[in-house]
């Protein structure tokens, strides 16, 4: 009898050791999952803003953007809200200008695009708007232009492409 | 250059241009031309809008005939979505009239449509042949089931030229649709983007669809397509071939 309770009072140790030891291996495997996942998702962060093709438009590291704009809406010269200086109305004289914004950090290379979250979580900024005479305008879409240049990606991707069409 | 549709604000359209400049990732000064497209919500509201970008498309072709002149850089290539099609029709058609853009030199590398919200009679007897006179290839991705352009047609009576209105096994129609082409010139492209839509209205792939991204990119960016991608030829009898991107692995 004694033999048996003690053998019993084993089995069930060892089931609490079991049980402790996969408890512990699943804990220490979600530190470890969760600790990988941040380092990817920084390493993909930086990634996306050291890697970007579009240098020409890019004001500096950290996701500013400039673009041009060019409208025939009737433009106010109030300081209203954006949307209600550039008005609805259509005339025939052209206004032109440049835009800067800020992209998110979080948009990185390889994640899915889903522009609804980019507009709504404003992942997307417009940080300055900036109206120039027509021949300025011109005078910087050339500059901008001329200093156009294919950079390495974009010269991958187009070299593998092209092979792929040779094939 | 980058044009969008129908109630698109001012605001909205420079984010709108920041995210497809950031998402398609080419090396290059982008442009946004922004009309007034944000007329009201409702019937009227649409018509005034179409006239609206109808009438825009002499000052279209004002800045791009600036550009053209002024900045002659290497290459232009305009991507207008839904009713922003109309003002780029509208556009190379005061351009077409133009002696300087009527020689058979090549001014304007790529014209792209998204979803083009032009009337698909215009567009077949006047506006491809008019864009193709100035630009060296014309490029239309357009989705089946594309409520917003149903919705136009209804207002319009009448047919729009993003309207696929077709699953790729559906070949009679594919060969209708491909009749906006002509056999044996490669300067007009078709693209059905269907089997990848996932968006609600099945209107705005342009804005959503990463497969139609990759797509665009690599046409832009290469003379010949790389024989290598998901997309599937759709040969008509007439000789004209009709493109179905397909999922990825």
């Keep these: ?167 | 250059m980058v044009l969008h549709g129908y109630r698109e604000q001012f605001r909205s359209a420079l984010k709108k241009t920041t995210f497809i400049a950031s998402v398609l990732d080419i090396n290059t000064p982008v442009i946004l031309f922004d009309w007034p497209g944000d007329q009201d919500t409702s019937l009227t509201g649409y018509r005034a809008a179409h006239d609206v970008a109808a009438a825009s498309g002499t000052e279209l072709a004002a800045l791009l005939t600036a550009l053209v002149r002024d900045v002659q850089p290497g290459r232009i290539s305009v991507v207008a979505n839904s009713m922003g099609a109309q003002v780029v029709v509208d556009a190379f058609s005061i351009l077409y009239e133009q002696a300087e853009f009527s020689d058979p030199e090549v001014e304007i590398m790529d014209v792209v449509l998204t979803a083009p919200d032009v009337d698909r009679d215009d567009f077949d007897a006047r506006f491809k042949e008019e864009i193709i006179a100035i630009a060296r290839r014309l490029i239309v991705y357009v989705s089946s089931n594309d409520r917003a352009l149903v919705a136009s047609r209804l207002i319009n009576r009448s047919r729009r030229a993003g309207e696929s209105s077709l699953g790729p096994e559906q070949l009679p129609e594919a060969e209708s649709i491909a009749d906006l082409m002509e056999a044996g010139s490669d300067r007009i492209t078709l693209v059905d983007v269907t089997p990848v839509n996932r968006t609600r209205n099945f209107h705005n792939f342009s804005l959503e669809v990463p497969e139609y991204y990759d797509d665009l990119f690599l046409r832009l960016t290469n003379d010949a397509y790389p024989k290598s991608r998901r997309v599937y030829p759709i040969r008509a009898s007439s000789g004209t071939v009709y493109w179905v991107l397909t999922r990825g692995r």
């Design chain 1, 1 to 167: 009898m004694a033999s048996g309770r003690v053998s019993g009072i084993v089995v069930r140790r060892k089931r609490i050791l079991i049980i402790g030891l996969v408890l512990f291996g699943l804990i220490g495997a979600s530190l470890i999952y969760i600790y990988f996942i941040q380092t990817s998702v920084a390493i993909r962060e930086a990634e996306s803003f050291l890697f970007r093709r579009p240098n020409v438009a890019r004001i500096d590291d950290e996701g500013q953007y400039r673009h041009f704009w060019v409208t025939n809406r009737a433009i106010s010269e109030d300081r209203a809200p954006l949307d209600e200086r550039f008005g609805r109305s259509r005339t025939t004289d052209l206004s032109y200008g440049i835009y800067e914004t800020s992209l998110s950090h979080s948009l990185s290379l390889g994640m899915l695009i889903n522009p609804t979250d980019w507009f709504q979580s404003e992942q997307i900024t417009v940080d300055a708007v900036e109206q120039l005479p027509g021949p300025d305008f011109l005078a910087e879409v050339r500059r901008m232009s001329m200093h156009r240049h294919v950079g390495l990606c974009s010269w991958c991707c187009t070299a593998i492409a092209s092979s792929f069409a040779a094939r």
